[in-house]
T-cell receptor, first 112, second 113 residues
């Protein structure tokens, strides 16, 4: 069964450093998403992406964040200058059409 | 706005007990409703879904019925197993221009042998 994959599984970085989180969505999917889950809290929407542009973003997704689909298979989330409060589990998701989103295993980001 | 409220946990049950995790939602229009499960140390797995009123989603013995009149989507299972121990998230998806999914806070289930 096809699945969403994410790399790395864990990332430790220093405050102020840039990180890039990578995702390979399911191959025939057209909609891509990033979510995050701060430890012990609910899963929060960050951004959705369709047809090579952002279709919606939350208030969390400020100028420090960007997304890109650099080729036909990868979907990346970049955090330009990480802050302590960016420490969280980041989930990528994809969907073929509208509703049903399939999630990757997550990247656990720790900012020191 | 759109939101999901689910019962607080943790819920602790003995094996073979009946499980109900309550979920209610607030949304304009007709959202699609989902239950996701997160096993310890893992990501989010889609458990079941319902896309319109009165639909019943089911998978692995779990069921939930989309009740528009009560804006609810309660998760049930007749006989839980130790392996069902996980965090369960109720969620909805609306077309707000990007089909984002809005999650409830999650309910942790512990099943004792």
């Amino acid at each position: 069964e096809p699945e969403v994959t994410q790399t790395p599984s864990h990332q430790v970085t220093q405050m102020g450093q840039e990180v890039i989180l990578r995702c390979v969505p399911i191959s025939n999917h057209l909609y891509f998403y990033w979510y995050r889950q701060i430890l012990g809290q609910k899963v929060e929407f960050l951004v959705s992406f369709y047809n090579n542009e952002i279709s919606e973003k939350s208030e969390i997704f400020d100028d420090q964040f960007s997304v890109e689909r650099p080729d036909g298979s990868n979907f990346t989330l970049k955090i330009r200058s990480t802050k302590l409060e960016d420490s969280a589990m980041y989930f990528c998701a994809s969907s073929e059409r509208m509703e049903t989103q399939y999630f990757g295993p997550g990247t656990r980001l720790l900012v020191l | 706005g759109n939101s999901v409220t689910q019962m607080e946990g943790p819920v602790t049950l003995s094996e073979e007990a009946f499980l109900t995790i309550n979920c209610t939602y607030t949304a304009t229009g007709y959202p699609s409703l989902f239950w996701y499960v997160q096993y310890p140390g893992e990501g989010l797995q889609l458990l079941l879904k319902a896309t319109k009123a009165d639909d019943k989603g089911s998978n692995k013995g779990f069921e939930a019925t989309y009740r528009k009149e009560t804006t609810s989507f309660h998760l049930e299972k007749g006989s839980v197993q130790v392996s069902d121990s996980a965090v369960y998230f109720c969620a909805l998806t609306r077309n707000t221009g990007g089909f984002k999914t809005i999650f409830g806070a999650g309910t942790r289930l512990f099943v004792k042998a």
